[in-house]
């Protein structure tokens, strides 16, 4: 049995149960190579704000109304 972990000091459930329903199925599917894709879409996401937020993320935009 395999898992992918995120973890976070941030409490943002709602968004990290969605990024790991993109970032997960892509790990098991293309592997490692996607993890770092991914790891390096958040890295250039800014600090979050109060309000809507779009994220790219493997080619997604994800949209959480915050």
């Known amino acids: 049995m395999k898992s992918v972990v995120l973890l976070s000091s941030l409490p943002f459930v709602s968004l990290f149960s969605h990024i790991m329903e993109i970032i997960a199925p892509e790990y ?3 592997g490692e190579a996607s993890l770092e894709a ?4 958040i ?3 800014l600090p979050p704000l109060p309000g809507p937020l779009t994220l790219p993320l493997h080619g997604n935009l994800i949209k ?3």
């Open 28 to 30: 098991f599917e293309r």
């Open 38 to 41: 991914a790891c390096h879409d």
């Open 43 to 45: 890295d250039q996401w």
């Open 64 to 66: 959480e109304n915050g």
